[in-house]
């Protein structure tokens, strides 16, 4: 079954670095979100993006935050400098175009921020 | 402002019985319902959905449940199975092409043996 895959499963990092979260989404899906989980919290939208451009985002998702589909398959979440506040589980996600409705998670990016 | 909401936040249930999951949600704008059980450090999996055009869709041991005057909506699973413990978020949307989603902050279901 096709399945929306992310990389990497873990990442630690310090105060300020850049991130980049990889993801890619399930070959026929036109629609892409980035979405996160801050530890006991519920899933948030941050992002979605669809024909090469942003078409939603959410106040999470401010200046540090970058989005980009570099070639056909993958689909990339940056944080330009991180903060401690961002240490959350990183989800992409992925839906068909034609009326589809259903958005398929991948596993998920735990980023640390220390 | 939590536009979806889920009051209970964990459930046990003896296996073999019937576990509800319950769901409400503020916006009128919303479409397109969807549940999904997910484990600790692992995405969310999708399990069903409803359009707003029905009130009742059933998918093996799954069913969802609309009201849409209640704005509530319900997950039973018939009968429990111990594999079936793990969180369950409803979500919705407003449908459109974003079709982003509005998460619930889960219940934690508990199948007992």
């Known amino acids: 079954e096709p399945e929306v895959t992310q990389t990497p499963s873990h990442q630690v990092t310090q105060m300020g670095q850049e991130v980049i979260l990889r993801c890619v989404p399930i070959s026929n899906h036109l629609y892409f979100y980035w979405y996160r989980q801050i530890l006991g919290q519920k899933v948030e939208f941050l992002v979605s993006f669809y024909n090469n451009e942003i078409s939603e985002k959410s106040e999470i998702f401010d200046d540090q935050f970058s989005v980009e589909r570099p070639d056909g398959s993958n689909f990339t979440l940056k944080i330009r400098s991180t903060k401690l506040e961002d240490s959350a589980m990183y989800f992409c996600?992925?839906?068909?175009?034609?009326?589809?409705?259903?958005?398929?998670f991948g596993e998920g990016s735990w980023l640390t921020v220390v | 402002d939590q536009q979806v909401k889920q009051n209970s936040p964990s459930l046990s249930v003896q296996e073999g019985r019937i576990s509800i999951l319950n769901c409400d949600y503020t916006?009128?704008?919303?479409?397109?319902f969807l549940w999904y059980k997910k484990y600790p450090a692992e995405g969310p999996t999708f399990l069903i959905s409803i359009s707003s055009i029905k009130d009742k869709n059933e998918d093996g041991r799954f069913t969802v449940f609309l009201n849409k005057s209640a704005k509530h909506l319900s997950l039973h699973i018939v009968p429990s199975q111990p594999g079936d413990s793990a969180v369950y978020f409803c979500a919705a949307s407003e449908g459109g092409a974003t079709n982003k989603l509005i998460f619930g902050t889960g219940t934690l279901l508990a199948v007992q043996p």
């Open positions: 916006n009128s704008m919303f479409d397109y």
């Open positions: 996600a992925s839906k068909e175009s034609g009326g589809g409705n259903t958005i398929y």
